[in-house]
């Protein structure tokens, strides 16, 4: 019996077409070992319920409920890959087993027709045939559904996963196009205040100001290659900022006094690329600078409650201190975005006011791996 059920898919699969290989393909996929447990097992329990009405024996009786378990099986597939044109698939699927239902049940019973062991005309063949062709045309429809149902909560499903894993990955592509963005804002801040005040310098006649130069050229051809980088280290970033303050003291030796204290244990740390130069720079030119005395400018960082802590980066000056009415600066509401970008939504960076004069700049976030 199981034979009959192959035999049509055998002239496919002797040779195929080129346009249905993958519809062909298709139909023996759609053969899983759910879908055909499910069959066998709905199979197997109409078989025992139908049992006591015939006098069929069992296994003969098993045997026809299986086969047509498996022709309707076969139906609902290939109903949803060659479903008809202006008829939904689900139509199209549930209808393909209700025909196939009464017609796999004559098909069962024709090998007991063709032998005469069943007669038409035999009350027996009517009655074994309308309840398992009214069995199958009760049970399978629902089947039928319920899959139908399944399927699409499963797609529904992998749809919000595909659905969301595009936006992430829109999110990112945003996020890094506004990184550079925030970075070619930072590098010609940088590079003008910088040569703004070597100009400053020069236009003094001041006889330091060729060394400056030499020494700026210097840390432009080390710094240069890093600005438009994604990211760099702590580390990396105190080496640049200490070439800067050592910049700067060559240009005002008597009025700038600096230190930076970085544990070695941090310098590996990510941090985004300018961040710390930005609040150096920032304490210069509003702290410094326009203090008469000039000050001193400590560059520190230190993790809360050991290594799974957050990461404090602080920049203090000892110069002019908080103007109550001066703006926001560009930079800093930059480097805002930055740190936020780069790290999380939770990054902070605070201004304070350092005691007895000054400002203290002081950056806040959870650290990521080594960059």
């Excluded at 063709?114 to 009517?126: Q, R, V």
């Excluded at 910049?247 to 300018?274: E, K, N, S, V, Y």
Aim: charged share 20%; hydrophobic share 50%.
């Amino acid at each position: 019996m199981r034979s009959s059920v192959v035999t049509p898919a055998l002239p496919v699969t002797a040779d195929p077409p080129p346009p249905e290989s993958p519809r062909h393909a298709g139909v023996l996929s759609a053969f899983t070992l759910p879908r055909v447990a499910v069959a066998l097992a709905m199979a197997v329990l109409v078989a025992i319920v139908l049992n006591p009405v015939f006098t069929t024996r069992f296994p003969v009786l098993l045997g026809r409920t299986l086969v047509i378990a498996m022709l309707l099986l076969l139906a609902y597939t290939v109903a949803g890959i060659w479903k008809p044109p202006m008829v939904a698939r689900w139509l199209a699927q549930v209808l393909a087993v209700v025909i196939v239902a009464p017609i796999a049940t004559f098909l069962v019973y024709v090998p007991s027709i063709a032998t005469g062991a069943i007669p038409l005309s035999h009350e027996g063949f009517a009655m074994g045939y309308t309840f398992i062709a009214g069995t199958a045309l009760m049970i399978g429809p629902l089947l039928a559904l319920g899959a139908l149902y399944r399927e699409r909560d499963a797609e529904a499903r992998s749809q919000a996963l595909r659905f969301a894993l595009e936006k992430s990955t829109l999110e990112k592509q945003a996020l890094d196009a506004r990184v550079r963005l925030l970075h070619a804002q930072v590098e010609p801040h940088f590079l003008f205040n910088t040569l703004a005040n070597v100009q400053a310098l020069v236009e003094s006649g001041s006889p330091r100001a060729g060394p400056v130069l030499t020494s700026l050229i210097a840390y432009l051809r080390a710094a240069m290659p890093k600005l438009s980088a994604d990211a760099t280290t702590l580390g990396t970033e105190a080496d640049l900022g200490r070439a800067y303050l050592e910049l700067m003291h060559m240009r005002m030796p008597d009025r700038l006094a600096w230190r930076i204290d970085i544990p070695q244990a941090l310098r590996h740390l990510a941090f985004p690329p300018m961040a710390l130069l930005t609040l150096i720079e920032n304490a210069i030119r509003h702290g410094i600078d326009p203090a008469e005395a000039g000050g001193a400018v400590t560059v520190r960082a230190w993790r809360e409650d050991g290594a799974g802590g957050s990461l404090h980066v602080e920049v203090v000056d000892t110069g002019a201190g908080l103007a109550g009415d001066a703006p926001a600066g560009t930079g800093l509401a930059n480097l805002r975005d930055r740190l936020r970008a780069f790290f999380d939504a939770d990054a902070r960076l605070e201004l304070h006011a350092a005691e007895p004069h000054g400002v203290r700049a002081e950056i806040i976030v959870k650290p990521r791996p080594e960059a």
